[in-house]
């Protein structure tokens, strides 16, 4: 690969990390936000209908937990594959790509 290929891969899969931090955090303050509706609803729920209500913002939760694991597991692959391109590329050390790259690599160590 050349040198500009391999800084547009940089690019692309510093962006990809960027985005999966970003998208696992909204999955896991979404789960937050689904629990305590599930919980209100099951609590203030007095008939059959409302009962059912609250029995499917308790499957919505599920769903959601699935996501958050199925987003963090799209975050980990990101990262070894930005670890990998980092560690086998030939980047400059002043290479501000590269220092982007490495910051967000810090991130996802930090939100997992």
Known sequence: MSDADQLKQLKIKTGVVKRLIKEHASYQKQVVKDEEKAEKLA???TNEDE????????EVVKETVTMVRDAHGRLQKAIVDLQTLISSGSFSDECAELAEAKTQLEAAAASA
């Open 43 to 45: 609590a203030d729920a």
């Open 51 to 58: 009962e059912y209500v609250a029995k499917k913002a308790k």
